[in-house]
């Protein structure tokens, strides 16, 4: 695998204190090269100076956006050959990303990868998706050249609420001839009570 560069976008409302202890999981945790964007829907509670502080990118929205709009935001922006969507209250293990990525491109027609939640098996296991209606959706990783043939998040056609705009893109993918996969070896810790 060719090293590439992945685009992190972190949409984020008031929450301020998880996203510093997301940000700090990633400067501790990832190896491979990234750049992380936050995408703040109107928080008031510090975040921007939080940000500023951290030299962190950030576009400040003026108010509170959808799930989808704000993730939005943040691929218009991003630079990396691989996209990763993180929500704000996910703190992230030891060679998270690698792991993901390896996944990604173990196979030509992978376009997205998503994270076991719960407890970790310590070798990589690449199973097909699933819908799981447990996974509420944190994270996901695809390759920039779906983004350019399924196109931007959009609210679920199939489920009707934010909690599932990840399992409509995985949909959405899949029907233009990607699969998507679990990168097994990847568990992230979520702070449930703050979903």
């Known amino acids: 695998m060719t090293v590439s560069r992945t685009t992190l976008i972190i949409p984020t409302y008031k929450a301020k204190d998880n996203l510093e202890a997301c940000v700090n999981a990633i400067r501790s945790h990832t190896d491979d ?3 992380i964007i936050i995408i703040d829907n109107g928080s008031n509670d510090g975040t921007d ?3 500023r502080k951290e030299r962190l990118t950030m576009v400040s929205l003026p108010w509170n956006h959808t799930f989808h709009s704000a993730c939005n ?3 218009k922006l991003s630079v990396g050959d691989n996209l990763l969507i993180l929500k704000h209250n996910v703190l992230v293990s030891p060679h998270w990303l690698s792991e993901m990525l390896q996944c990604l491109y173990s196979e030509d027609d992978i376009g997205i990868v998503r994270p076991l939640l719960g407890p970790a098996t310590g070798n990589l296991k ?3 998706g699933q819908l799981n209606e447990n996974d509420p959706g944190v994270c996901i990783l695809f390759k920039r050249d779906l983004l350019q043939k ?3 998040l959009q609210k679920s056609r199939m489920y009707g609420d934010h909690d599932h ?3 409509d893109y995985c949909s959405r993918a899949r029907d233009a001839g990607y699969r998507w996969m679990v990168a097994g070896n990847v ?3 979520i702070d449930y009570a703050h979903l």
């Open 33 to 35: 090269p990234y750049e």
């Open 49 to 51: 100076d939080y940000c």
């Open 73 to 75: 935001f943040g691929l």
């Open 126 to 128: 690449v199973t097909e």
């Open 150 to 152: 399924v196109g931007f």
């Open 165 to 167: 705009v990840f399992d």
């Open 187 to 189: 568990t992230l810790n």
